[in-house]
C-alpha cells in the first residue's frame, strides 16, 4: 500500500448515461479496464482477464450483416442469455461492467488503407450490444461471445469521417479547396490519400487540405453524426456509448496519441469538437483545450481536491493530511458464496514534491521559475481478489 494514501475509493462506471464528467484522458493502448467495486458485485460473469479487447479493428456490413436481419434485437436467443448472465441482483453501487475505451470504425482515415472500409459505425455498437455482424474480410458472420457494457467509438480526430464524405460526395466538403485536392488524391487510390494525410500530420502548414477540411464548420458535421450515433445506441442500464476520439499527434514522426473520452450527455458533446493534432501536436495544448471546454460547458469529472502540504521552497511536505497507513479488517455484507466476486483497492496519494525540485534546489535554481509542476499526485490499485464458487 503506498504511503500518504488518503482514501480507498469504489471504481465504477454507471451503466446509463450520466453527464458528470469532464474529459478522460487515457493511453492510446488503454483497452479497457473492468472498473470494478471495492466490494462483492454479484454477477457470474467469468472473470478471467482484466481486458476486454473488442475483435473490431472494426467489423461488419451495414444492416445487411445480420443473420435475421432485424436491427431491433440480437440473434435469437440472446437477449434471453444476456438477461440471464448480465442482469443478476447486485449492490447497488457494486458492478462490474465491460467495455472497450479504443475502437474505430471507418470515420478514420486508416479503415480505407487497412482495407475495413465498410466497418460503420452503427456496425461497431451493434457488434458491441451481442448483434451478430459480417467479418469485414471473410464475410463470415461474427459474434462477441458477451456483449459488453459500454463501448469508446474512439476514431482520430484527424479528418474525422473525411472518407466516407469524400465517397458521398459531400458538397460542403467539395466546396473547398482542400476538399477538391483531397478528393484527387482519393480517386488514386485511398491509400495514396492515406499517405498524404500522414505526412500533413508530420508537418501541416501550408496545406489547403489541413487548413479547409480542419475548419470548424467541416469538422462539426463528422462529430456531430459521431455523437448522433452515440446517442441511438445507449440503453440506459443496459449499454453505454462514451463519446470520443483519438488525439494522433505524431511530431518528427514519434506515436503521442491519446484517446480522450467522456460521459458527456450529446447536448454537452456537440458545444465542442475533437482536438486534433492540425491544432496542436503539444499534449499541453491539449490539456489546456480539455481545461477550456470544462469551463465552457460545465463538464466536469474530477475528484474533489484532498489538499497540497508541499513547500516548494524547501521540497519538502508533510503528513497532516491523509493517511499514513490504511489497514481495515472488512466483511462484505452481501456476500453470496453461490456468486462470483472481485475485490480491489483505489488508493489516492496526497501531493508530494516533483523530484525536479529537489534539484532545482541542489543547483541553486528557483523552481517556481521552471516550467515544470513543482507535485506529482499517484494513484494505485491493490492487487485484485477473486472470488469463485
Known amino acids: 500500500m503506498p504511503k500518504d494514501a488518503v482514501a480507498a475509493t469504489v471504481?465504477?462506471?454507471n451503466a446509463p448515461r450520466n453527464p458528470v464528467g469532464a474529459m478522460l484522458v487515457g493511453l492510446k493502448t488503454l483497452q479497457i479496464a473492468a472498473v470494478a467495486a471495492a466490494a462483492a458485485p454479484k454477477t457470474p460473469r467469468n472473470a478471467v482477464a482484466t481486458a476486454v479487447v473488442c475483435l473490431l479493428a472494426a467489423c461488419g456490413q451495414g444492416r445487411d450483416a445480420f443473420e435475421d436481419g432485424n436491427d431491433q434485437s440480437?440473434?435469437?436467443?440472446?437477449?434471453d442469455e444476456v438477461n440471464a448472465?448480465?442482469?443478476?441482483?447486485?449492490a447497488e453501487d457494486r458492478v462490474i461492467l465491460w467495455g472497450d475505451t479504443h475502437l474505430h470504425t471507418l470515420n478514420s482515415t486508416d479503415a480505407y488503407e487497412s482495407g475495413v472500409a465498410n466497418a460503420d459505425i452503427d456496425t461497431a455498437f451493434r457488434y458491441a450490444k451481442g448483434f451478430p455482424v459480417v467479418h469485414p474480410r471473410t464475410g463470415l458472420r461474427i459474434r462477441i461471445d458477451e456483449p459488453?457494457?459500454?463501448?469508446?467509438?474512439?476514431?482520430?480526430?484527424e479528418m474525422l469521417g473525411m472518407f466516407p464524405r469524400l465517397r458521398d460526395r459531400d458538397p460542403d466538403v467539395l466546396a473547398t479547396a482542400g476538399g477538391q485536392e483531397l478528393l484527387a488524391l482519393f480517386e488514386e487510390g485511398a491509400d495514396t490519400a492515406f499517405g498524404a494525410l500522414v505526412r500533413l500530420a508530420v508537418d501541416p502548414t501550408d496545406s489547403a487540405i489541413a487548413d479547409d477540411l480542419n475548419a470548424p464548420s467541416i469538422r462539426q458535421t463528422s462529430w456531430d453524426a459521431q455523437v448522433d450515433a452515440a446517442e441511438r445506441h445507449s440503453d440506459p442500464g443496459t449499454f453505454t456509448a462514451l463519446n470520443g476520439w483519438e488525439w494522433s499527434s505524431t511530431p518528427g514522426g514519434l506515436?503521442?496519441?491519446?484517446?480522450?473520452f467522456t460521459p458527456a450527455d450529446a447536448d454537452t458533446a456537440r458545444q465542442f469538437l475533437p482536438f486534433s493534432n492540425f491544432d496542436s501536436i503539444d499534449p499541453e495544448d491539449l490539456w489546456a483545450y480539455l481545461r477550456d471546454v470544462r469551463e465552457r460547458t460545465g463538464a466536469?469529472?474530477?475528484?474533489?481536491?484532498?489538499g497540497d502540504t508541499v513547500d516548494p521552497a524547501t521540497s519538502r511536505y508533510t503528513n497532516t493530511i491523509g493517511a499514513a497507513e490504511l489497514a481495515a479488517h472488512w466483511r462484505d455484507p452481501e456476500f453470496d458464496p453461490a456468486a462470483a466476486a472481485f475485490y480491489y483497492v483505489r488508493v489516492l496519494e496526497i501531493?508530494?514534491?516533483?523530484?525536479h525540485v529537489s534539484e532545482a534546489l541542489a543547483l541553486g535554481l528557483d523552481p517556481a521559475a521552471l516550467d515544470f509542476a513543482t507535485t506529482i499526485q499517484e494513484r494505485a490499485f491493490s492487487s485484485p481478489v477473486w472470488y469463485s464458487p
Open 74 to 79: 440480437p440473434a435469437a436467443g440472446l437477449a
Open 11 to 13: 471504481g465504477r462506471l
Open 255 to 260: 506515436n503521442l496519441h491519446r484517446v480522450v
Open 300 to 306: 466536469d469529472g474530477n475528484l474533489e481536491p484532498v
Open 351 to 355: 501531493p508530494t514534491p516533483h523530484h
Open 85 to 90: 448472465a448480465a442482469m443478476p441482483e447486485q
Open 148 to 157: 459488453l457494457d459500454f463501448l469508446v467509438v474512439a476514431d482520430h480526430a
